[in-house]
T-cell receptor, first 114, second 112 residues
Framework: EPEVTQTPSHQVTQMGQEVILHCVPI?????FYWYRQILGQKVEFLVS????????KSEIFDDQFSVERPDGSNFTLKIRSTKLEDSAMYFC????????????FGEGSWLTVV | ELKVEQNPLFLSMQEGKNYTIYCNYS?????LYWYRQDPGKSLESLFV?????AVKQEGRLMASLDTKARLSTLHITAAVHDLSATYFC????????????FGRGTQLTVWP
């Protein structure tokens, strides 16, 4: 079964450093998302991306965050200057369309900011 | 903001027993999703419920949706240990494409 692939699986970074998380969505999907889950808490929406632009972003997705689809396959999340509270599992997800189809999640990238 | 409430948050049950997890949400939505998460793993899609009265079953799990009551249930029949995981429900507004609002999750432990 096709899957969403994320790298790295785990990254430790110092506060203030930039981090880029990588995702390869399922190949025929058109909608891409980033979510995060702080340890022990619920999954939270960050941003959705369609047709090479952001469709929607949450209040969490401030100026420190950005997303990019640099080529036909990758979808990246950049955190410009990490803070301790950015420590979380970051999930990339994709769906074929937005009409209630299944949204598939990747395995996640666990980010630890020290 | 759309609120999603799940209960119970923790569920410990014996193998062979039945139980139901409830998911209430605060505003109109016609799409509800159930996911399973094993510790340290991703979210595995279980069900997508798209209309009022929708019922879907897969193995020992059955999910239903009542949009008028803003309620979905995930019923577990004759639980087995392999069902131990955290189960999340999530809804979207319909007008926001793919923005899911998750509940806090129900941590299910099935013991012999």
């Amino acid at each position: 079964e096709p899957e969403v692939t994320q790298t790295p699986s785990h990254q430790v970074t110092q506060m203030g450093q930039e981090v880029i998380l990588h995702c390869v969505p399922i190949s025929n999907h058109l909608y891409f998302y980033w979510y995060r889950q702080i340890l022990g808490q619920k999954v939270e929406f960050l941003v959705s991306f369609y047709n090479n632009e952001i469709s929607e972003k949450s209040e969490i997705f401030d100026d420190q965050f950005s997303v990019e689809r640099p080529d036909g396959s990758n979808f990246t999340l950049k955190i410009r200057s990490t803070k301790l509270e950015d420590s979380a599992m970051y999930f990339c997800a994709s769906s074929a369309d937005a009409a209630g189809n299944t949204i598939y999640f990747g395995e996640g990238s666990w980010l630890t900011v020290v | 903001e759309l609120k999603v409430e799940q209960n119970p948050l923790f569920l410990s049950m014996q193998e062979g027993k039945n139980y139901t997890i409830y998911c209430n949400y605060s505003t109109t939505s016609d799409r509800l999703y159930w996911y399973r998460q094993d510790p340290g793993k991703s979210l595995e899609s279980l069900f997508v419920l798209l209309s009022n009265g929708a019922v879907k079953q897969e193995g020992r799990l059955m999910a239903s949706l009542d949009t008028k009551a803003r309620l979905s249930t995930l019923h577990i029949t004759a639980a087995v240990h392999d069902l131990s995981a955290t189960y999340f429900c999530a809804v979207d507004r319909g007008s926001t494409l793919g923005r899911l609002y998750f509940g806090r999750g129900t941590q299910l432990t099935v013991w012999p």
